[in-house]
């Protein structure tokens, strides 16, 4: 069956400390891994989309790194701060005949504070 | 600005009511997608479009309809069938199809609750 598991569920942290999410798949044939940080009550925001030959990709603070032979993938927090607060979603996308190849992880729920 | 506008923000629903959930972008994108999210739940697919006058259902699209008669807008129908509707609703779109390294735009949901 093909599923995106992530870890913890939950994380708080203090402001100005790193963190790092984690996000294991079964998807396949695997075509791109995406993170998406969703704010209360918001859409999803892209962060990063990373193919099969991609080990890391970095948009500002936010780092994802991908172990496609191990299917696993981790989006490392840099010095975080009060509005990095949010819901951050891994996907994933199958290489399927079909038009609906997105696999949604339930996300990690994070929590910056003071 | 190109983005993607969900209207309402909150929608009340009355038991055997139908309601509509509004879906426009102005990127010019051809596919659109619905998408309803649970608490603790990952997104599932209701209905996606790839084209004008063509949709096609998703992984629960039963008691929803759509249509797609024009490439700005997708609109989603909650019907009396959908027996369980309080969620949120999410409307996406993307260049073309969600194959390949599409990125995939979201608008800011629709929160539906039963009155």
């Known amino acids: 069956k093909n599923q995106v598991e992530q870890s913890p569920q939950s994380l708080i942290i203090l402001e100005g400390k790193n963190c790092t999410l984690q996000?294991?798949?079964?998807?396949?044939?695997?075509?791109?891994l995406r993170w998406y940080k969703q704010d209360t009550g918001r859409g999803p925001v892209s962060l990063t989309i990373?193919?099969?030959?991609?080990n890391t990709k970095s948009n500002g603070r936010y780092t994802a790194t991908l172990d496609a032979d191990t299917k696993q993938s981790s989006l490392h927090i840099t010095a975080s701060q009060l509005s990095d607060s949010a819901s951050y979603i891994c996907?994933?996308?199958?290489?399927?005949?079909?038009?609906?190849?997105?696999?949604f992880g339930k996300g990690t729920r994070l929590s910056v504070i003071a | 600005d190109g983005g993607i506008t969900q209207s309402p923000k909150y929608l009340f629903r009355k038991e055997g009511q139908n309601v509509t959930l509004s879906c426009e972008q102005n990127?010019?994108?051809?596919?659109m997608y619905w998408y309803r999210q649970d608490p603790g739940q990952g997104l599932r697919l209701i209905y996606y479009?790839?084209?004008?006058?063509?949709?096609q259902k998703g992984d629960i699209a039963e008691g929803y309809s759509v249509s797609r008669e024009k490439k700005e807008s997708f609109p989603l129908t909650v019907t009396s069938a959908q027996k369980n509707p309080t969620a949120f609703y999410l409307c996406?779109?993307?260049?073309?199809?969600?194959?390949?390294?599409?990125?995939?735009?979201f608008g800011s949901g629709t929160q539906l609750s039963v009155l």
């Open positions: 996406a779109s993307s260049l073309r199809g969600q194959a390949g390294n599409e990125k995939l735009l």
């Open positions: 996000c294991n798949y079964t998807v396949s044939p695997f075509s791109n």
């Open positions: 990373m193919t099969f030959s991609e």
């Open positions: 996907v994933v996308s199958a290489q399927w005949l079909g038009n609906t190849p997105l696999v």
């Open positions: 990127l010019n994108h051809d596919a």
């Open positions: 479009s790839q084209i004008v006058n063509d949709f």
